[in-house]
């Protein structure tokens, strides 16, 4: 089974973007070795609202070469190099998952595609890097209607910006 990544930063009070989905409160630190944490992503699964937010820098962050899904249920066509995906995620990403091989599946930002894919069981991993900042409000990183998980910390790592990596399994949601 492919596992799926919820890769995301945070603010310390926990928000992915500010309410505009403006992110530039994230600082760009040269030892995270982005090129290390994404060698075994094939796929990327992101939500319309993170595409939109992403799309005006031209600055693509997953692996050239990658298979993008953007999940929208209104834009009309399918951004360049992109799949358009305007039904349930679920099964998509649990067909992904099945796929052979040993490519690896990044959640690419969005809260909304993380509350759904969470709850039906499909992700694996949150690995958030929390940034030194308090947003005050924002976008949250799960936000409301997030089924009560379980997490189990896998790695930690700190970088001289201030910010932490933090990487947990997802052992199970509470009943």
Do not use: C
């Amino acid at each position: 089974m492919r596992p799926v990544r919820y890769n995301v930063a945070a603010s310390l009070d926990g928000f992915i973007a500010r309410a505009d989905h403006s992110y530039d409160w994230i600082p760009d630190d040269a030892a995270v070795d982005f090129a290390g944490l994404f060698a075994r992503v094939d796929t990327v699964l992101v939500g319309r609202k993170t595409w939109e937010a992403v799309e005006p820098t031209g600055l693509r962050p997953w692996p050239a070469g990658s298979r993008v899904f953007v999940f929208s249920a209104t834009l009309a066509t399918a951004p360049a190099g992109t799949t358009l995906v305007a039904t349930d995620p679920v099964p998509l990403v649990r067909a992904l998952r099945a796929q052979p091989g040993t490519g690896e599946i990044w959640l690419f930002g969005g809260s909304a595609l993380f509350r759904s894919l969470l709850a039906a069981g499909l992700v694996d991993r949150v690995e958030v890097t929390v940034v030194p900042v308090l947003l005050g409000a924002g976008i949250p990183l799960a936000g409301a209607g997030a089924p009560e998980s379980r997490l189990v910390l896998r790695d930690l790592v700190r970088y001289p910006s201030g910010m932490v990596g933090l990487t947990y399994d997802v052992t199970g949601t509470a009943a």
